[in-house]
T-cell receptor, first 113, second 113 residues
Framework: DVKVTQSSRYLVKRTGEKVFLECVQDMDHENMFWYRQDPGLGLRLIYFSYDVKMKEKGDIPEGYSVSREKKERFSLILESASTNQTSMYLC????????????FGDGTRLSIL | KQEVTQIPAALSVPEGENLVLNCSFTDSAIYNLQWFRQDPGKGLTSLLLIQSSQREQTSGRLNASLDKSSGRSTLYIAASQPGDSATYLCAVRRRGGSEKLVFGKGTKLTVNP
């Protein structure tokens, strides 16, 4: 069965901290994605990766970076966390070419104090 | 620029009713359209994926249709149950080399016992 696992369901950090959100998929998918979801704004794509060490900016990449050293793992990094990055973060993966569905993890609720 | 709209934003129905959720998109050049379900505080669960060459897909009590020329998709839920209460999102994958999905903001469905 398809499985996308996000390392934390809830996370609380302080402004200025460097924050790592981890995502692992066990389906050998080429594509991996990071979204954030906010009330009234819906899902917005931050970054995606179509292969190991490859990445592409999404719609709102500012303040974020990503790392994909292994095919199964995609990390989202908040270089210096700010309160406006408090949000629900969702990771997803899909096969390439992406004619199949995207599969999502359970999300990480991140609060920046 | 592709835009996806879901109307209504919220819907409340009595148990047992058949219902239709609507999704419209502005650019008909899509690879596929995907319907998701999201329970409060959770990630997205993929329900149905319709390729651009298909007209509909069915899974149990769910049936999704696609009319690319008019830029519309519907999700039909038969004999609704309280357990169907959730937010339903649609997303399109546009043509043009990108693996990205464009999401609607969802319809929040409440099925009352």
């Amino acid at each position: 069965d398809v499985k996308v696992t996000q390392s934390s369901r809830y996370l609380v950090k302080r402004t200025g901290e460097k924050v790592f959100l981890e995502c692992v998929q066990d389906m050998d998918h080429e594509n991996m994605f990071w979204y954030r979801q906010d009330p009234g704004l819906g899902l917005r794509l931050i970054y995606f990766s179509y292969d190991v060490k490859m990445k592409e900016k999404g719609d709102i990449p500012e303040g974020y970076s990503v790392s994909r050293e292994k095919k199964e793992r995609f990390s989202l990094i908040l270089e210096s966390a700010s309160t406006n990055q408090t949000s629900m973060y969702l990771c997803a993966s899909s096969l390439s070419p992406a004619l199949g569905p995207q599969h999502f993890g359970d999300g990480t609720r991140l609060s920046i104090l | 620029k592709q835009e996806v709209t879901q109307i209504p934003a919220a819907l409340s129905v009595p148990e047992g009713e058949n219902l239709v959720l609507n999704c419209s998109f502005t650019d008909s050049a899509i690879y596929n359209l995907q319907w998701f379900r999201q329970d409060p505080g959770k990630g997205l669960t993929s329900l149905l994926l319709i390729q651009s060459s298909q007209r509909e897909q069915t899974s149990g009590r769910l049936n999704a249709s696609l009319d690319k020329s008019s830029g519309r998709s519907t999700l039909y839920i038969a004999a609704s149950q309280p357990g169907d209460s959730a937010t339903y999102l649609c997303a399109v994958r546009r043509r043009g080399g990108s693996e990205k999905l464009v999401f609607g903001k969802g319809t929040k469905l409440t099925v009352n016992p």
